[in-house]
């Protein structure tokens, strides 16, 4: 579930604004936990309880937020270059 967390993520952020961009990523990253830990994709190994359920759900967060803020600034780096000119 976090590879399409990612793709998903990077699609946000190329269409929408900033703004919109980082609630689709933050409501992303709450259906994919929910998926795993007590969804369909939910395996009985799985505690999600426990402190290894979250850290890498948390890193999978913070790299989705990097990403949708990478991209937009990158958006914009690129509209100004053509506005400029």
Sequence with gaps: MDIPFIVLTIVAALFLPRPRALLVTV????????????GPAHSDNV?????????????????GLA???GVSALRNRGRE?????
């Design 27 to 38: 409501a992303l990253w709450a259906v994919a936990v929910a998926m795993v830990g007590w």
């Design 67 to 69: 990403i949708a803020f």
């Design 47 to 63: 505690r999600t309880a426990s402190l290894e359920f979250w850290l890498p759900w948390s890193i999978a967060l913070l790299v």
């Design 81 to 85: 270059r053509t506005s400029a000119a």
